[in-house]
């Protein structure tokens, strides 16, 4: 499996961004896609996950402002941030949770880079 992120960039607080993770490869083997980020001299922490069937989990901290979304016929998850803080900036890692009959295994995306200015 090989996932493709794109979408950061340097945004005001308040505003709005959306990342998009394109998987390829051995899709099938995908129960679940999601977004991790890691801030400087932080560890990485889970932002947002989905799993096929759709059942959504989100930290405290991006609750009511960050929504995740897949679109299963394009192997894409999406992650859509509003009202951006200046802590949210990190870079932001695509993540997907595969299995297989006697194996799972985590891939990342490369990440992108989240700036948000106060």
């Known amino acids: 499996v090989q996932l493709q992120a794109s979408g950061g960039g340097l945004v005001q607080a308040g505003g709005s961004l959306r990342l998009s993770c394109a998987a390829s490869g051995s899709t099938s083997r995908i129960v679940g896609m999601g977004w991790y980020r890691q801030a400087s001299g932080k560890q990485r922490e889970l932002v947002a996950s989905?799993?096929?069937?759709?059942?959504?989990n989100y930290a405290d901290s991006v609750k009511g402002r960050f929504t995740i979304s897949r679109d299963n016929a394009k192997n894409t998850v999406y992650l859509q941030m509003n009202s951006l803080k200046p802590e949210d900036t990190a870079v932001y890692y695509c993540?997907?949770?595969?299995?297989?009959?006697?194996?799972?295994?985590?891939?990342w995306g490369q990440g992108t880079l989240v700036t948000v200015s106060s």
């Open positions: 993540h997907a949770d595969a299995w297989g009959s006697n194996w799972r295994r985590d891939y």
């Open positions: 989905i799993t096929n069937g759709g059942s959504t």
